[in-house]
């Protein structure tokens, strides 16, 4: 027994030094990653403010630094490794056989990595444009991120939309904003009794008292179609983009207003229901 004690105090002295040799390793491997992080940070502070400065589109800054971020602490792991008597060959076989095996089960996520490279090098939208992805509903709002893989929308009541890049770069994107102009389209019903010309003067005065439509660009009021309870006028001009909405919504309300004062009548679906007497002579109850 005495032996027994003697020969494992005996191995643990002898295991001593590569033991502290190891812990000493450990350490200094993560002061080298904590280190290693402040100086990745500052790399991408430095990269981006760079590229910034460059006036280098927001899309593409925010997606170099992503793919750089990978890529440093891909470095610094494989710095690390080697510290730790692991060969470079070694370390490439694994990383090779690794993404092998990821490329394998995350191949949406490549085509998520595709789809990202191909919005920035085509750029269909950028960094602030307001987007509406087609087919799908209430998938639309301002690009506020481009990375690797997702691009994130803001609502315009301020919920995040996550879209996987291949999903956009697959389907049918608006692009809204991309355009500093907009043609503004609008169209209202008036009854049959109304006065048409009466009602067209009406909406070239609204065009011509509105201040954000651009005047010296073609302005066309017209009657849009002969519909079953109403003719349908319509109007078509030029606004700024950024003020679309507001100045579609104050025609909107003008256009009530000022026709309700000329006796101009907006039409709404109603059923109209006749009684006629019957044919012999005998009185209809009700």
Not at 53 to 81: E, N, T, W
Not at 134 to 157: F, K, P, Q, W
Not at 172 to 180: G, M, P, Q, Y
């Amino acid at each position: 027994m005495d032996g027994l004690m003697q020969r494992g105090t005996s191995y643990l002295e002898e295991q001593i030094p590569a033991l502290i040799g190891f812990c000493m390793k450990v350490v200094i491997s993560i002061v080298i990653f904590y280190l290693g992080m402040r100086v990745i940070r500052w790399l991408l502070k430095a990269l981006r403010r760079s590229m910034e400065q460059m006036r280098v589109d927001q899309g593409v800054v925010q997606f170099a630094c992503s793919l750089a971020k990978i890529l440093m602490y891909l470095l610094l792991v494989f710095s690390i490794a080697t510290r730790f008597g692991v060969t470079e060959a070694s370390v490439a076989a694994l990383i090779g056989s690794t993404g092998i095996t990821l490329a394998m089960g995350l191949q949406g996520g490549l085509a998520n990595l595709a789809g990202g490279i191909m919005i920035l090098l085509f750029k269909p939208f950028q960094v602030g444009d307001y987007i509406v992805q087609n087919g799908l509903a209430g998938c639309e709002g301002t690009v506020s991120r481009i990375d690797m893989c997702y691009t994130r929308l803001t609502t315009v009541d301020n919920k995040t939309i996550v879209i996987p890049n291949g999903t956009l770069s697959n389907s049918s994107v608006t692009n809204v904003t991309e355009k500093d102009e907009r043609q503004l389209d609008i169209k209202v019903g008036i009854s049959y009794q109304s006065d048409i010309r009466q009602a067209k003067g009406i909406l070239e005065r609204l065009l011509a008292e509105e201040p954000d439509i651009y005047h010296e660009r073609e302005t066309v009021v017209f009657v849009d179609e002969l519909a079953e309870s109403a003719v349908v006028l319509g109007f078509r001009a030029w606004v700024p983009t950024d003020r679309y909405w507001k100045v579609k919504w104050g025609l909107n309300e003008k256009i009530k207003l000022t026709f309700d004062q000329e006796g101009i009548v907006i039409p709404y679906n109603q059923l109209d229901v006749h009684l006629q007497g019957d044919p012999l002579g005998r009185e209809i109850d009700g």
